[in-house]
């Protein structure tokens, strides 16, 4: 694999200590992105508005933060 293909097809990896709150937030943020993606494409698709997508990534963005403070 050369250098760019590492750059454009990265594996990211989990990087913060195995505290389970920390688990718990890296879980929930990737589900945040696949949602966000999901919406993103739908919105590109034209099954969703450019104000919906809005709205539910918005409601996304609250509850991830919502569960960023409940778990310290």
């Known amino acids: 694999m050369s250098h ?3 750059f ?6 989990f990087r913060a200590s195995n505290h389970p709150k920390r688990v718990m937030f890296d879980a ?3 589900e945040f ?3 966000v993606s999901y919406i993103a494409g739908l919105e ?3 099954k ?6 809005y709205q539910a990534i918005q409601s996304l963005w ?5 569960t ?3 778990l310290g």
């Open 4 to 6: 760019s293909d590492k």
């Open 8 to 13: 454009l097809y990265a594996q990211p990896s």
């Open 28 to 30: 929930n943020l990737q």
């Open 33 to 35: 992105a696949q949602r």
């Open 44 to 46: 590109s698709g034209g």
């Open 48 to 53: 969703m508005s450019a104000e919906e997508s």
């Open 62 to 66: 609250k509850e991830l933060a919502t």
């Open 68 to 70: 960023r403070n409940q």
